[in-house]
């Protein structure tokens, strides 16, 4: 197991590509590193917390928002780098038309 080389599956093309790439060889969908929703579940934290203690709960659901997304994002790409993974048998001929282009 080479810990130098990790992989992951295209959200766009559903390929299997390195993730030091940048961006995918296949379609040219841009690999996008963990910082951006790791950061949105920090600044969601931070939110949060302060706004439920103080029961402001409208600026609580801006909080929550950030946070379901940023662990989103996180699930999904764990999950693609999951089935990147050789040994991994996993059906990737699974074509779900996603609509949703990258933010
Ligand atoms: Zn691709």
């Known amino acids: 197991m080479s ?3 990790k992989r992951i599956i295209c959200r766009r093309c559903h390929e299997n590509i390195s993730m030091t790439l940048g961006t995918c060889p296949h379609c040219g ?11 949105m579940v920090i600044i969601g934290l ?8 103080e029961g402001m709960w409208w600026l ?7 946070l379901f997304g940023g ?5 999904d790409k764990r999950t ?3 089935r990147a993974e050789p040994g991994q048998t996993a059906p990737v001929e ?3 038309p996603e609509s949703e282009a990258e933010a």
């Open 3 to 5: 810990e130098g080389d």
């Open 29 to 39: 969908a841009e690999i996008k590193g963990l910082k951006g929703p790791a950061t």
């Open 46 to 53: 931070v939110v949060l917390v302060p706004t439920v203690m």
């Open 60 to 66: 609580a659901v801006v909080g929550l928002a950030l």
């Open 71 to 75: 662990g989103y994002f996180i699930y």
């Open 80 to 82: 693609r780098m999951k």
């Open 94 to 96: 699974s074509p779900e």
